[in-house]
Every structure is written in structure tokens, then in C-alpha cells.
């Protein structure tokens, strides 16, 4: 059974720092994304990686796929409070079916 | 409307009775999934359908659930005889699945979910 582990679990830390949130498995994924879910709605397509190594970057946020895509990273810079969320990553397997993550709950404080 | 629509938003309802839950996609979506979400946790697959094809029904928990999607559009999740245990919210999306060159998964589009709570 493939998992995709998220760490850490939660992470409540100030406006203006940094931050990083991790995707791992032991199995490789054809692509990977991630996602932010908001109180009281569904997640939202952040971006899409398709290949190792592969570095997007959507303002602040800085997103990393493993070389051996195997595992990806979230970082932030300088977060603001509107970051706020739930952070979702979805791998797509063999299968082209998606296996998640548990999620990272993000609190940004003023 | 543009994106997935699901109803009802709420329901509450008693142990042991059956409840429906609607799911419209996005029109030309051929794919369509169920996850169910407890409070503030990550996403418990359900089901999917993707165009004509057998639905993949390995995530249903129980024969209490059944799901159906009628003319390749709008879907129906229904749970018979409600344990307290199904309370959560139910999130519906749909996505574009097609080839280019090789399968890939596009965009999943969700709605805002139906939060079921049984008593």
C-alpha cells in the first residue's frame, strides 16, 4: 500500500517567517500536487510537479519534487496570515489514482 | 453554474436512517470522486467514476454506502442505516481526465462539501 506521509502534523508560527512542510513516501509518483483546504471548503489545486527535481515557485511559495520523485517540499517565505490552512499533497500512482496525504494544518498569526 | 455543486451543505440526521447526498460536476468533467473528511484531517477516498468505465469502489467502507452517477453527470452517495461513525463531511470533485501522450491526473475541483452529522 503506497502512503504519503505529511510533516509536521500542525505548525501555528508567527507572520513574517519562514516555513517548510514535507510530502514523503517510499513509492515513486508519476506527479504529484499540492492543495490548500479552508475552513468550510474544498481544496484548491496549489500546483502540479511532474518531474524529479522539478522547482515551481507561485509567488512566496516555493514548491520541490525529489529527484527521485519520491517526496516533495512546500516553503514559504514570509508568511502572512492569509496562508492559513490546511496543506493537502495528492500523488499519482501506476494507477494514475491519487493517493493523500493527511495534511499539514498551518496557522499564521498576526 | 461554473463549479461542483453539492447539496445539502448540512444534514443532520438520526442513527439508522438512510441519507442521499448530490453531487453536480463541472459540465465535460469525465471523472468524478467521493472523499469523505473528518474534522480537520486529510481526504478518505470513496469512489470514482471516469467516463463509462466501472466505477472503482475500493474505498467504500461498508455495503451501507453505494454511490451512482446517472447520463455521466450528476452523482448520488447514499448511506443506508447511518451509524454515528459516518459523520463527517463528504466532498465531491470532478477533473478532466485525458490523454497527452501519457494518462496524467489533471485538476481535481472540489465542492464545498455536505457535512452529515448522525445522532
Known amino acids: 500500500t503506497q502512503l504519503l506521509e505529511q510533516s509536521p502534523q500542525f505548525l501555528s508560527i508567527q507572520e513574517g517567517e519562514n516555513l517548510t512542510v514535507y510530502c514523503n513516501s517510499s513509492?515513486?509518483?508519476?506527479?504529484l500536487q499540492w492543495y490548500r483546504q479552508e475552513p468550510g471548503e474544498g481544496p484548491v489545486l496549489l500546483v502540479t510537479?511532474?518531474?524529479g527535481g522539478e522547482v515551481k515557485k507561485l509567488k512566496r511559495l516555493t514548491f520541490q519534487f525529489g529527484d527521485a520523485r519520491k517526496d516533495s517540499s512546500l516553503h514559504i517565505t514570509a508568511a502572512q496570515t492569509g496562508d492559513t490552512g490546511l496543506y493537502l499533497c495528492?500523488?499519482?500512482?501506476?494507477?494514475?489514482?491519487?493517493?493523500w496525504g493527511a495534511g499539514t494544518k498551518l496557522i499564521i498569526k498576526p | 453554474g461554473a463549479g461542483v455543486s453539492q447539496s445539502p451543505s448540512n444534514k443532520v440526521t438520526e442513527k439508522g436512517k438512510d441519507v442521499e447526498l448530490r453531487c453536480d460536476p463541472i459540465?465535460?468533467?469525465?471523472?468524478l470522486y467521493w472523499y469523505r473528511q473528518s474534522l480537520g484531517q486529510g481526504l478518505e477516498f470513496l469512489i470514482y467514476?471516469?467516463?463509462?468505465?466501472?466505477?472503482?469502489k475500493s474505498g467504500l467502507p461498508s455495503d451501507r454506502f453505494s454511490a451512482e452517477r446517472t447520463g455521466g453527470s450528476v452523482s448520488t452517495l447514499t448511506i443506508q442505516r447511518t451509524q454515528q461513525e459516518d459523520s463527517a463531511v463528504y466532498l465531491c470533485a470532478s477533473s478532466l481526465f485525458f490523454m497527452q501522450g501519457i494518462l496524467s491526473v489533471g485538476e481535481l475541483f472540489f465542492g464545498e462539501g455536505s457535512r452529515l452529522t448522525v445522532l
Open positions: 459540465s465535460g468533467h469525465t471523472a
Open positions: 467514476f471516469q467516463g463509462n468505465s466501472a466505477p472503482d
Open positions: 510537479v511532474v518531474t
Open positions: 513509492s515513486v509518483f508519476s506527479s
Open positions: 495528492a500523488g499519482a500512482d501506476s494507477n494514475y489514482q491519487l493517493i
